[in-house]
């Protein structure tokens, strides 16, 4: 089965001590490619640092990098100048994450959270890279931006919200990527499943958050690349396809989404 998982943190400090080893039964297990993605200034930096120390230690590119401050941290509005050095590297195959989040934040955060994304928007117009969104409670305010992004490749990491939304910006050219989330019995993101284009879709760890079932309910604490493959299992089932076409098509959407 072939297999990449889009959105991981092995930066983070739940794999600090064992993240050579994380990759290393992630590739052994099927992962051809994961994305460590940065959510500031620090832990993109550490995220390419990551990166490169799988990648000697495999003897080839198995992990590339997404540098970018997440919305929640536009007080690391600062740092973007780090973020606009890291990205001129070979490695950095895509900017964010980034968008808006109205779960933790209020509304009177959105000027300052825009102003966040639009750094984001002009460092991928600049470098030709992709865009990785974030976008947690928070569709009517990206809604009001698509006209100005459209054109530009991005994808809605962590898909979250409904089918409309979902057929908005796949009918722009947007992908959504989806988390083990699926595998709880979400009834809306089952129909979101259903009713989105397999080549609009691409899957996703969010490790370590985000354990999937059964895993999770066997007490598995921590989220890995590896169980990217529950998420292609659910996909498949939803849509009553193979799992190893599943896994193919998804594989295939990412390589070519993230030029890898």
């Not at 895509?94 to 928007?121: C, N, W």
């Not at 284009?197 to 007490?219: K, L, N």
Request: aromatic content about 10%; overall charge positive; some cysteine.
């Amino acid at each position: 089965m072939r297999l990449v998982d889009t959105h991981c943190h092995l930066n983070f400090k739940a794999f600090h001590a064992d993240f050579l080893a994380v990759a290393k039964k992630s590739a052994k297990k099927g992962v051809e490619r994961a994305v460590i993605v940065g959510s500031s200034g620090s832990t993109s930096a550490r995220a390419l640092e990551v990166a490169r120390g799988i990648n000697d230690k495999l003897g080839r590119m198995w992990a590339y990098v997404a540098v970018g401050i997440h919305p929640t941290h536009f007080d690391d509005i600062g740092s973007f100048s780090l973020i606009e050095r890291l990205a001129e590297d070979k490695l950095v195959a895509a900017i964010g994450e980034t968008g808006f989040d109205l779960y933790r934040m209020g509304e009177d955060s959105v000027p300052r959270q825009k102003e966040l994304f639009d750094r984001h928007i002009e460092l991928s117009k600049k470098t030709g890279k992709p865009l990785i969104f974030h976008n947690r409670n928070a569709d009517e305010v990206f809604t009001a931006e698509l006209k100005r992004i459209q054109g530009l490749r991005a994808v809605f990491h962590c898909f979250s919200t409904d089918h409309n939304f979902a057929k908005l910006v796949t009918d722009l050219g947007f992908y959504v990527s989806f988390t083990a989330k699926i595998t709880y019995g979400n009834k809306k993101l089952k129909k979101v499943i259903k009713r989105t284009p397999i080549g609009r879709i691409m899957i996703e760890t969010d490790a370590p958050y985000i354990v999937p079932e059964p895993q999770r309910s066997e007490g598995v604490e921590r989220n890995e690349p590896y169980l990217v493959m529950e998420t292609a299992k659910k996909i498949a089932q939803i849509k009553e396809l193979e799992v190893d076409f599943v896994a193919d098509k998804t594989t295939k959407n990412a390589l070519d989404f993230f030029a890898l």
